[in-house]
């Protein structure tokens, strides 16, 4: 693609279609749990943090334009050492996570559409079945699969929209009194949880080599991007919490935004916001199985992952895909969805707090605004800070500790496996 192909709005609807993506599908009912009637306010407000970031990625982007994206920006901030290549594995298994929060969430509509209620067996095999079918056709290079992302795009967006627009008229807007919000703490807890759904916007950032003046035009497409997902989401947050009690979204979590579509629609209305969500979670594994499969190949090229992921072992498959595939099915199958969003979310948040840090060290190259680079800074922080706080009233001590592991483990990984890696690799050279 030529410089200036890409323009704002162009770069802003590649954003929409990935923000909008499975997230919403299993996020809306995780975040409705703790957020209860104040859900669109969590959203909102994790959108301003999301604003906050998508301005230093702008920045970033517009700087060092590279498919290496967060990677590049961890190296780029921190310098080429084991701190960022810790972040740079932390980064990699937040994509992981995303990517089974993405599969159980496929097996929890395509179960509920087959059976209500879905036995967990079913859930666990069309789970399984969906991460297998895609792997196997990044193994054989499908096109047919990337070729049709658009159209699922435009389907599950469309659908989206008009449901929003259809129920309006039917929100029992009572249910919003603020008599019926938890506390203050679980409203600023369920932050993480919703800005997770926005973390999509950091992919426009790889479009900045194709805009003729990405500078100016990388942040216009970043904030149009988010500002639009924002109005979505949270009327999104108002159809589905209009149409259901907090009991009943509780109940029905991992589906609630096609449960909202059963007092208006009936069977018809859950059935198609079911099959937009198919879509959805479908194109976004693809999507996100191939985007994870090419960060570890760059990454072990860059001594920061073993060799084996770029050993080929039949066509386009590598050891590297099937190492990330057996990841995903182990914590989709053996996690519950509520246990993946909330270290999906606390993982990346602190992938992004640190990438600001970085950012924060090179800031007179980027040229950002240090008010503005110090309010992203501090939003992720404060948002970090809430959801453990969240986490320890609840007496989530397995996301504690799986959380600690995971940093521990990454730390202990590149210090001394991978460091051992690149010092036999330059005694060779």
């Known amino acids: 693609m030529k410089k200036g ?32 009637t104040a859900t669109y306010l969590s959203f909102f407000l994790g959108g301003v943090v999301a604003l906050s970031s998508g301005y230093s990625y702008s ?4 700087t060092f334009p590279s498919s290496g994206g967060v990677i590049e920006y961890l190296q780029q901030g921190l310098g080429r050492n084991a701190y ?11 994509s992981v996570i995303s990517m089974a929060m ?15 209620p879905c036995p967990q067996w079913l859930q666990n095999t069309l789970t399984s079945a969906v991460l297998v079918v895609f792997v196997g056709l990044n193994f054989i290079g499908s096109k047919a699969v ?36 938890p506390a203050s703490n679980s409203i600023l807890g369920s932050l993480a949880i919703t800005y997770f759904a926005y973390t999509g916007f950091a992919v426009i950032t790889n479009t900045a080599a194709d805009m003729s003046k990405p500078k100016e035009q990388l942040p216009k497409a970043i904030f149009l991007a988010i500002g639009f997902t924002i109005l979505l989401y949270v009327g999104l947050s108002f159809v589905v919490f209009g149409s259901l009690s907090v009991a009943d979204i509780i109940k029905y ?8 579509a059963m007092p208006v629609f009936g069977v018809l209305g859950f059935t198609i916001i079911s099959v937009a969500a198919l879509l959805s979670t479908s194109s976004s594994l693809n999507a996100n199985l191939f985007s994870t499969l090419k960060m570890s190949e760059k990454e072990a090229q860059e001594g920061e992952l073993s060799k084996l992921f770029i050993k080929l072992l039949w066509k386009q498959g590598t050891v590297g895909l099937l190492i990330i595939g057996f990841m995903v099915l182990i914590m989709a199958n053996y996690m519950n969805l509520e246990s993946i969003a909330a270290l999906g979310s606390i993982v990346t948040l602190i ?5 600001h840090v970085g950012h924060y060290r090179i800031k007179k190259k980027t040229g950002v605004s240090t008010s503005l680079l110090l309010s992203a800074i501090i939003l992720n922080a404060g948002t970090i800070l809430l959801f453990l706080n969240y986490l320890i009233d609840q007496k989530s001590y397995f996301i504690l500790l799986a959380l600690g592991s995971i940093l521990i483990g990454c730390f ?12 036999i690799q330059d005694q060779s050279s």
């Open 5 to 36: 192909n890409i323009s704002v709005f162009g770069a802003a609807a590649l954003g929409v279609g990935s923000m909008v993506g499975a997230g919403i599908f299993a996020l809306l009912g995780q975040a409705g749990a703790i957020a209860g």
């Open 59 to 62: 920045k970033l982007g517009a």
């Open 84 to 94: 960022s290549g810790t972040f740079s594995v932390l980064f990699l298994l937040a």
């Open 102 to 116: 993405v599969s159980k969430t496929f097996g929890s509509y395509a179960g509920n559409l087959i059976i209500d």
């Open 146 to 181: 990337s070729n049709a992302e658009t159209y699922i795009v435009i389907a599950k967006l469309s659908i989206l929209f008009l449901f929003m627009i259809a129920s309006m008229q039917f929100i029992e807007w009572q249910n919003f009194a603020p008599s019926s919000y």
């Open 253 to 260: 979590k991992e589906t609630a935004l096609a449960q909202a």
């Open 351 to 355: 992938v992004t707090f640190v990438v």
């Open 412 to 423: 202990l990984f590149e210090r001394f496996y991978l460091n051992k890696q690149r010092k």
